[in-house]
Nanobody, 122 residues
Framework: VQLQASGGGLVQAGGSLKLSCAAS????????IGWLRQAPGKERELVAA????????YYDRSVKGRFTISRDNAKSAAYLQMNSLKPEDTAVYYC????????????????WGQGTLVTVSS
């Protein structure tokens, strides 16, 4: 499966952005999806994850209550709604897929899209 992330940009602290991940070349509903991010000088970290049908989700404690992950299997797309953004959310955000039905709570995904940069100004 190929993944294409989009929707990043520059936003002020407290603002919102919605990232999209478009998939092609595979049966999208066969994959768990994750959104991961990497800030300059830091390791890549899992932000949110969702199971094949959206029935299970995971959020890192740093974004819980502010970010919402979702998916639309009919459109082969996944989303990350980011609200109440903070400067520490600044990072390159990646969507990733793993061939499994359950939610994946590690960074060990099989397939990765290119990143989209999110910059939150204070």
């Amino acid at each position: 499966v190929q993944l294409q992330a989009s929707g990043g940009g520059l936003v002020q602290a407290g603002g919102s952005l919605k990232l999209s991940c478009a998939a092609s070349g595979g049966t999208f509903s066969s994959y768990a999806i994750g959104w991961l991010r990497q800030a300059p000088g830091k390791e890549r970290e899992l932000v949110a994850a969702i199971s094949w049908n959206g029935g299970s989700t995971y959020y890192d404690r740093s974004v819980k209550g502010r970010f919402t992950i979702s998916r639309d299997n009919a459109k082969s797309a996944a989303y990350l709604q980011m609200n109440s953004l903070k400067p520490e959310d600044t990072a390159v955000y990646y969507c990733a897929a793993h061939l499994t039905t359950v939610v994946v709570v590690t960074t060990g995904y099989d397939f990765w899209g290119q990143g989209t940069l999110v910059t939150v100004s204070s």
